[in-house]
């Protein structure tokens, strides 16, 4: 998969710029507030029809504008895609190849990236919101049966906790083991999925931190444990569990057991990473899940994403950057920084200057 080129027209503090991209490494540089991560947030929105940094749809439309247009021509495998999200405060459509989509699954996954970005250490020094936010997403982008599965999850746990909040005691209770048959239902899909998912990437992730680090580090990931091996037993556990706890529920408010509590274990030479892990390898440890992600989406869709690094040299050292970009040869890449070093980055990468929501053309970097 390579994106080809991008629109940003009244995106962020774009006007309306077109950025033309290498099949290889692009840099886009320029000095801090320019728009450097709106370009690559943009690209990630057209992957997965969401932003990583924002609440509100609203906050990615130029200030003082009606909506803002993200459009994308990408080469995958079976041949040219052009992708678009127009983008309203209380709405949005998008469209590939021209259609109109009816439904927001659908967007998903016609082009795809892998994102990284400094906020990113959140993935080892945070709880498991986050692992889990990057699961979620990650088995999204390759399974729209996992997508739906976990709107539907997400949908009946919100249901469940809106009726365990009510005060007619005896009624909720009667209530409840319907909700909770279907429950367990898409919560054994979740872990499922996670699981296979998760044993896929394990050594990938654990390969490539070993390839950043010189083998000096020994990176491993695995799941808190706690569910039975066999596929029915899932499910079982999970309806026993919920049904379980229903008193208890009811007296928190709020549905305490199930994937949504799940984590992942990410240790560093056999030590748990959270709340051990340096900066730096903090940020080496989230890299590697990152390149892990990238290897295994080339897997499963037999092209590799666009990998988006947003600010990711900060923080490492010389030998980590230079690990960093030979392991990135042969992708298309689209990496931000403040300084395009030429030593690092070589004279054949595609380098784009940008100042002020504009592209600087003609201009040597
Ligand atoms: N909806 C919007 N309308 C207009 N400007 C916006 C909007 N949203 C963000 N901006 C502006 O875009 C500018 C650039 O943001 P961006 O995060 O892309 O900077 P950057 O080049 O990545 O900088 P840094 O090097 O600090 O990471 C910011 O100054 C921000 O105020
Ligand atoms: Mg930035």
């Known amino acids: 998969m390579v994106i080809k080129n991008l629109t940003l027209y009244n995106f962020r503090n774009y006007e309306n710029e077109r950025f033309d991209f290498a099949e290889g490494l692009n840099v886009l540089t320029g000095k801090n507030a320019q728009g450097k991560t709106n370009c690559a947030e943009a690209v990630f929105y057209l992957c997965t029809g969401a932003s990583l940094r924002i609440r509100h749809e609203k906050q990615l439309i130029r200030h003082g504008q009606e909506f803002a247009r993200i459009s994308a021509v990408a080469q995958s495998r079976y041949g040219d895609l052009t992708l678009e999200a127009k983008i309203f405060e209380n709405k949005r459509e998008l469209y590939v190849n021209g259609n ?105 992730a654990s390969e490539a931190h070993a390839f950043l680090t010189d083998g000096a580090e020994r990176l491993e990931l695995g799941t808190d444990g706690k569910y039975p091996a066999d596929e029915d037993g899932v499910y079982e556990k999970l309806f026993r569990e919920i049904s379980s706890s229903r008193e208890r529920d009811m007296r928190l408010g709020f549905t305490s057991v199930g994937p949504h509590r799940d984590d992942i274990r990410v240790t560093i030479n056999g ?95």
């Open 100 to 204: 109109k989509l009816a439904r927001a699954v659908d967007f998903l996954g016609n082009m795809n990236s892998v994102f990284f970005s400094p906020g990113e250490l959140r993935l080892i020094q945070d709880g498991p919101d986050e692992r889990r936010r990057f699961l979620d997403i990650s088995i999204s982008q390759t399974s729209r049966e996992y997508c739906v599965a976990l709107n539907r999850y997400q949908r009946i746990l919100t249901q469940r906790n809106n009726l365990l909040k009510e005060r007619d005691f005896q009624a909720v209770l009667e209530t409840l083991p319907v909700w909770d048959e279907q429950f367990a239902l898409y919560a054994a899909r979740v872990v499922k999925k996670r699981r296979e998912y998760l044993k896929e990437l394990s050594p990938l």
């Open 271 to 365: 030590v748990d990473a959270r709340g051990f892990a340096s900066q730096g390898q903090a940020r080496t440890a989230a890299l590697s899940l990152k390149l892990a992600e990238t290897e295994l989406f080339r897997r499963i869709a037999g092209e590799p994403p666009v990998l988006i690094l947003d600010d990711v040299m900060s923080e490492l050292d010389l030998p980590r950057r230079k690990k960093l970009l030979e392991r990135v040869k042969g992708l298309q890449c689209i990496l931000t920084c403040t300084h395009a070093e030429r030593v690092l980055y070589g004279k054949e990468s595609n380098k784009i200057r940008i100042q002020d929501g504009k592209i600087l053309r003609g201009i040597k970097t």
